[in-house]
T-cell receptor, first 115, second 111 residues
Framework: DTGVSQDPRHKITKRGQNVTFRCDPI?????LYWYRQTLGQGPEFLTY????????KSRLLSDRFSAERPKGSFSTLEIQRTEQGDSAMYLC?????????????FGEGSRLTVL | KQEVTQIPAALSVPEGENLVLNCSFT??????LQWFRQDPGKGLTSLLL?????REQTSGRLNASLDKSSGRSTLYIAASQPGDSATYLC??????????FGTGTSLTVIP
């Protein structure tokens, strides 16, 4: 298994455009997380999925953000009408959870720059 | 809400020195605590996971301890090397399984 993969690694867009990021978790992992990280800060939670169900969303996640995980496999995070404040690293992580939180494994991240 | 603090924010040491990084958290009702390493512009690499029932976990030159009652964890790095230079983050999950991260300790090991 090659671990968690994210695509694209870098995205530069103009304000107002829509962008979509994809995350492929470790194949047997049932839980998938999205985090956002800005320079000098720790990752901030955005949302997570248990299989295909989106169980929790951060209040930081405005209506312009939407995430899906069809069939409990890969996930997409879409940002509509991007703003300069959306510029950040978007990190995906997956884990195998039976009862409690399992070990998190992260991808390399997708860096978004909004001009 | 869980608050996670890491001290120091930055650390610079000569090669070969042993060092300790600190992580504190406000809510002691945790299931586990995880330490990560992050290189500039990269994702996070898992170093050690300590379950709430454990007090220590070791991997090579790394040793992590956990004291739930005092809300503290330490990451001990023995015989530091320039390749250890990175930012080290700790994370704890809450009961809803959302992970809270500290802002990290930026480590520089000078050859």
């Amino acid at each position: 298994d090659t671990g968690v993969s994210q695509d694209p690694r870098h995205k530069i867009t103009k304000r107002g455009q829509n962008v979509t990021f994809r995350c492929d978790p470790i194949s047997e992992h049932n839980r998938l997380y999205w985090y956002r990280q800005t320079l000098g800060q720790g990752p901030e939670f955005l949302t997570y999925f248990q299989n295909e169900a989106q169980l929790e969303k951060s209040r930081l996640l405005s209506d312009r953000f939407s995430a899906e995980r069809p069939k409990g496999s890969f996930s997409t995070l879409e940002i509509q009408r991007t703003e300069q404040g959306d510029s950040a690293m978007y990190l995906c992580a997956s884990s195998l959870v039976w009862e409690f939180a399992g070990e998190l494994f992260f991808g390399e991240g997708s860096r978004l720059t909004v001009l | 809400k869980q608050e996670v603090t890491q001290i120091p924010a930055a650390l610079s040491v000569p090669e070969g020195e042993n060092l300790v990084l600190n992580c504190s958290f406000t809510d002691s009702a945790i299931y586990n605590l995880q330490w990560f390493r992050q290189d500039p512009g990269k994702g996070l690499t898992s170093l050690l996971l300590i379950q709430s029932s454990q007090r220590e976990q070791t991997s090579g030159r790394l040793n992590a301890s956990l004291d739930k009652s005092s809300g503290r964890s330490t990451l001990y790095i023995a015989a530091s090397q320039p390749g250890d230079s990175a930012t080290y983050l700790c994370a704890v999950p809450n009961t809803g399984n959302q992970f809270y991260f500290g802002t990290g300790t930026s480590l520089t090991v000078i050859p």
